[in-house]
């Protein structure tokens, strides 16, 4: 079976620096999707960035950057320029690749980041 | 366009007692999905259907239970609830049964007493 682990309950950074945050997953497919949510305190999940395993390129989205080491099963994030709005608890989640037949993400435990100002 | 909708925002049960909660998916979006989120941990995929057919079930008991209607909203059942059935509930939808993108709703807070 398929996990995802998150060893960081809770990160904190200073105001326009910049956070690392890990994630480790177990799998023996060799196809799959890798994403990381922000869940505000409003509780709805956004999605921040998005890894195909297939993929050797890390995906980047403005300050929001991944380093995919798919040997190691290691996806972690980098924020850049923190901003207060990224406060939040994020979710590093795997799902198999869509020709497996199942839709089912599986979610870390999630690591709180804080802002400070 | 809106967003993924749920409801209710927040309700409170008795054990044993019976619960509906309702999605309404983004439009356009034929897949809807399922998750339960205990306080403290990541969502668990409970269902997922799409084209009104369920194509996934994640390890929950039989007193879950989900359908999808014609205009692609869903709801979630579960009987005979338990405290450890308290959590957010979160509903997500999809264009498709593929590798698109999910999209969350803002969840339905679950208490048990």
């Known amino acids: 079976a398929q996990t995802v682990t998150q060893s960081q309950p809770e990160m904190s950074v200073q105001e326009a620096e910049t956070v690392t945050l890990s994630c480790t997953y177990d799998t023996s497919e060799s196809d799959y999707y890798l994403f990381w949510y922000k869940q505000p305190p409003s509780r709805q999940m956004i999605l921040v960035i998005r890894?195909?395993?297939?993929?050797?390129q890390n995906a980047t989205e403005n300050r929001f950057s991944v380093n995919f080491q798919k040997a190691a099963k290691s996806f972690s994030l980098k924020i850049s320029d923190s901003q207060l709005g990224d406060a939040a608890m994020y979710f590093c989640a795997y799902r198999r690749s869509f020709t497996s037949g199942t839709y089912k993400y599986i979610f870390g435990t999630g690591t709180r980041l804080k802002v400070l100002a | 366009d809106a967003g993924v909708t749920q409801s209710p925002t927040h309700l409170i049960k008795t054990r044993g007692q019976q619960v509906t909660l309702r999605c309404s998916p983004i439009s356009g979006h034929k897949s809807v999905s399922w998750y339960q989120q205990v306080l403290g941990q990541g969502p668990q995929f409970i269902f997922q259907?799409?084209?009104?057919?369920?194509?996934g079930r994640g390890n929950f008991p039989d007193r879950f239970s989900a359908r999808q209607f014609p205009n692609y909203s869903s709801e979630l059942n579960v009987n005979a609830l338990l405290l450890g059935d308290s959590a957010l509930y979160l509903c997500a939808s999809s264009l498709a049964n593929s590798g698109n993108t999910i999209y969350f709703g803002e969840g339905s807070w679950l208490t048990v007493v």
């Open positions: 259907y799409y084209e009104k057919e369920e194509r």
């Open positions: 890894q195909e395993a297939y993929k050797q």
